[in-house]
C-alpha cells in the first residue's frame, strides 16, 4: 500500500501542459466545484504554513521590533544576531553555551544508533522471512505489538536494566534503547522487503552452500539499498525528534537537541528573548526539514510503511 | 532441502521426530544466535518489563522499589488524586476530540487531493512537513503564536481588533483546545497521506459502476468507498489513538501542564512520580493505567484483525 501511496503524484498535471491541443477538450478550470477544492486546500495550506513563516521572521527580528507586537510583520532588517546566540550563548538551564553542544549530543547519539538499529532489524527482518525457526513468528507478533505499549510502561524497568549494566546516563545506553524501540517498525519494513525478494534466489545460494551470513551480507544486503534508505529516513527523523528517551536515558552530559532545546525556551530565567528562542527552535527542526524536503517520496513511504500491516 | 528452512508451514520440523529438545536449540543455529537481539528484547523488554511494572505497581515502592504487596492501594490513592483525575480527563476529552478530527480532517483532505488536481504534491508536501518536525519544536512554535501578549492576540489587538481573543494558551478552560490545534497541525497531514493510500486502493471500476448508477459523488465516497477502505481505517485509528495516549512532549514544550494543572496528562503524571516526586509506585500505578488504555484500543483491533480472518 507504501507503493500507492509514493505513485500518487505520477499523472502530474502540470508536465502534461505541453505546446498542442492533446487529448479531450479540457473542462473550464474555473468550476464552482473546483473553487472549493482550491480555496480548502489553500485555506488548509496556510493553517500548515503559518508558524514555519512566523518562526523564521521572528527570529530574524530584534526584540524591541518583536516587542511593538506584529506577529505577521515582515523583518525591518535581517538581522542574524539571535542565531548566533541561539547556537552559541543562549543558556539552557545551569550553562549558556547555546544549542551547539546540544546539536552534537543529537549527532552522537543519532548516528550509532540508526546504524545499529537499522542492522539488527535487518538481520531480524531476513532470520524472519529465509530461516524461520520454532517460535519465531510468536516472537515476530509480540515484537509488533509490543510497539504499541506505551513507554512509560517499560521505562522504570529499563533504566534499573541499564544501571545495572552500567551504561545508563552514557551514549551506549542511549543507543541501546533507541535500538530496542526502534525494532518493532523497523523489522516489520525488512520482513516485508525480504519477503517480497524472489525465494529462488536465496534457494540458489543455499544450494551452492551459502551460509547465513553469506547469504545475508553478499546476495540480500545489495539488493536492499531502497530499503534502507527508508529506513534511514524513519531512523534518522524518528531519533532527532526523540524527547523521552534522550531526558532519562542520556545523562547530563549527552543531552539531546530536543531537551536543551526546550530548556533553552521554557526553564529560560529572566526576560524571554523570542527571537532566541525562534532561532533555536528553526536550528533543531532543520534536520528533519532538510531530511523531509530531500527525500521526499521516500518520506512518505517510511511514514507510511508503518501503516502497512505484514 | 529438508534442511533449508524456507517453507517450515509445511512442517520440516515435528515434535514427535526423535531428538526434539536437541532440534528446537540446535536446528538453524545460526539464525537463533542472530535473531537472540529481537528475542532477547522481546522477552526482557517487551513482556519481562511490563510485567515487572504491572507487578510493582501492586507495592508500596516509594523511593526504590519495594517487593512488599499492598493489593490496589497504589490505584486507591491514584483515583484519589487531583492531578491524577483532571489527567485521565484531560486525555479522554483531549483524545477524542483529537481522534475525529485528525480522521475528518485526514480524509476530507485526502479526498480533494484525490480530485485530479494541479499541485498535488506541493500541497503533500506542505501538509506533512509538520510530521517530520519533533512534538517539541511543534509546542514551542505554537506557544509562541499564541503568546497573549506578543502572539497573534496582541498582533490582532494592536491592528485594531481591539475585542480579539486568543488567550487559549493560559485560559484553564481552553487550554486543551490550545493543545488540538497544535497536534492536528503536527498529525492531520500524516493522516491525510494514509487515507489518501487507501483512496488510491479503491478500484477504478467502482467509480465507474457508482457513475452509471447515478449515486452523487458523496453518497458513493461515504457509503461505498469509506467501508471498503475500512483497512487503512482501522489501522489509522489505531496508530493515531495508541499515539494520543503517549502524549507528552506536546505538553511539556507548549504548557509544560499549566496553567495550574490544567493541561496535565497520565505520561506526565508518570514521568513525575517516577523520576521527580520519587513516587514509584504512583508512577508504575499510572503507567498501568495507561497499559490499560492501549489495550483497550488494541484488543478489539486485535479481534478484527487476526481472529477475524478465518471467516472472511
Given at each position: ?104 549530543n543529537?549527532?552522537k547519539i543519532?548516528?550509532p544508533s540508526?546504524?545499529v ?41 529499563l533504566v534499573m536494566i541499564t544501571r545495572e549494566l552500567g551504561i545508563f546516563g552514557t551514549l551506549p545506553g542511549i543507543i541501546v534503547i533507541h535500538t ?65 528517551f534522550g531526558v532519562v536515558f542520556a545523562g547530563t552530559q549527552n543531552l539531546p ?54 | ?312
Amino acid at each position: 500500500m507504501s507503493q500507492t501511496a509514493t505513485m500518487s503524484g505520477a499523472p502530474d498535471a502540470v508536465t502534461s501542459s505541453g505546446p498542442g491541443p492533446r487529448g479531450p477538450k479540457p473542462k473550464p478550470f474555473f468550476t464552482p466545484k473546483k473553487i472549493m477544492i482550491y480555496t480548502t486546500l489553500v485555506f488548509f495550506s496556510l493553517y500548515f504554513l503559518f508558524p514555519l513563516y512566523v518562526m523564521l521572521v521572528t527570529s530574524f527580528k530584534t526584540m524591541p521590533e518583536i516587542r511593538f507586537g506584529n506577529i505577521f510583520a515582515w523583518p525591518n532588517q535581517f538581522n542574524f544576531d539571535a542565531w548566533v546566540r541561539a547556537w552559541t550563548s543562549a543558556c539552557t538551564g545551569l550553562t549558556c553555551n547555546g544549542l551547539s553542544p546540544g546539536f552534537w549530543n543529537s549527532v552522537k547519539i543519532t548516528i550509532p544508533s540508526t546504524i545499529v538499529s537499522i542492522f539488527i532489524a535487518a538481520v531480524n527482518g531476513y532470520a524472519l522471512v529465509n530461516w524461520r525457526f520454532k517460535g519465531s513468528e510468536i516472537f515476530f507478533s509480540i515484537l509488533i505489538f509490543g510497539s504499541f505499549i506505551p513507554y512509560q510502561v517499560m521505562l522504570y524497568p529499563l533504566v534499573m536494566i541499564t544501571r545495572e549494566l552500567g551504561i545508563f546516563g552514557t551514549l551506549p545506553g542511549i543507543i541501546v534503547i533507541h535500538t530496542i524501540f526502534g525494532m518493532p517498525i523497523l523489522t516489520l519494513l525488512f520482513r516485508n522487503y525480504f519477503a517480497s525478494l524472489p525465494q529462488e534466489l536465496f534457494k540458489a545460494a543455499r544450494v551452492d552452500g551459502a551460509g547465513f551470513w553469506r547469504i545475508f551480507f553478499e546476495i540480500m544486503l545489495p539488493m536492499s539499498l531502497p530499503i534502507f534508505v527508508v529506513a534511514l529516513i524513519l531512523q534518522v527523523t524518528g531519533i532527532w525528534n526523540d524527547f523521552l528517551f534522550g531526558v532519562v536515558f542520556a545523562g547530563t552530559q549527552n543531552l539531546p537537541m530536543t531537551v536543551q532545546l526546550n530548556n533553552i525556551v521554557n526553564s529560560a530565567q529572566g526576560t524571554p528573548e523570542y527571537n532566541v528562542n525562534m532561532a533555536a527552535t528553526v536550528l533543531t527542526g532543520l534536520v528533519p526539514l532538510i531530511i523531509y524536503f530531500v527525500s521526499g517520496k521516500l518520506f512518505v513511504r517510511g511514514v507510511a510503511a508503518g501503516a502497512v500491516k505484514g | 532441502m529438508a534442511d533449508v528452512a524456507t517453507q517450515p508451514a509445511q512442517g520440516t520440523e515435528t515434535s514427535t521426530r526423535p531428538g526434539f529438545i536437541q532440534r528446537l536449540f540446535l536446528h538453524n543455529i545460526t539464525a537463533k544466535v542472530a535473531a537472540l537481539p529481537m528475542i532477547a528484547t522481546v522477552l526482557v523488554i517487551f513482556v519481562g518489563c511490563t510485567a515487572w511494572t504491572i507487578y510493582y505497581s501492586f507495592t508500596s515502592s516509594r523511593l526504590l522499589p519495594r517487593n512488599d504487596f499492598v493489593g490496589f492501594d497504589q490505584y486507591v490513592r491514584l483515583f484519589g488524586t487531583n492531578r491524577w483525575n483532571i489527567s485521565i480527563t484531560n486525555l479522554l476529552m483531549y483524545g477524542s476530540m483529537s481522534l475525529v478530527l485528525t480522521l475528518t480532517l485526514g480524509f476530507l483532505l485526502a479526498v480533494l487531493m484525490d480530485q485530479k488536481i494541479r499541485f498535488e504534491s506541493a500541497f503533500r508536501t506542505i501538509m506533512l512537513y509538520p510530521f517530520a518536525l519533533s512534538f517539541i519544536v511543534t509546542g514551542l512554535v505554537w506557544q509562541w503564536i499564541m503568546n497573549p501578549t506578543l502572539g497573534l492576540q496582541g498582533t490582532m489587538r494592536n491592528l485594531g481588533w481591539t475585542g480579539f481573543t486568543f488567550d487559549w494558551i493560559s485560559n484553564p478552560r481552553m487550554v486543551l483546545f490550545a493543545l488540538l490545534i497544535a497536534g492536528l497541525w503536527q498529525g492531520v497531514g500524516f493522516c491525510m497521506v494514509l487515507m489518501l493510500a487507501g483512496l488510491r486502493g479503491v478500484d477504478e471500476e467502482i467509480w465507474k459502476a457508482a457513475k452509471v448508477d447515478g449515486i452523487p459523488t458523496w453518497r458513493t465516497y461515504i457509503s461505498i468507498v469509506l467501508p471498503m477502505m475500512r483497512g487503512v481505517l482501522i489501522t489509522s485509528v489505531v496508530i493515531i489513538g495508541s499515539g494520543i495516549v503517549r502524549l507528552y512532549d506536546l505538553v511539556v514544550a507548549l504548557t509544560n501542564g499549566g496553567p495550574g494543572i490544567s493541561s496535565e496528562v497520565p505520561a506526565k503524571y508518570v514521568y513525575d512520580y517516577m523520576f521527580g516526586g520519587g513516587n514509584i509506585g504512583q508512577g508504575l500505578a499510572a503507567s498501568t493505567m495507561m497499559l490499560l488504555s492501549v489495550m483497550i484500543i488494541m484488543i478489539p483491533w486485535a479481534y478484527l484483525e487476526f481472529g477475524g480472518k478465518g471467516r472472511r
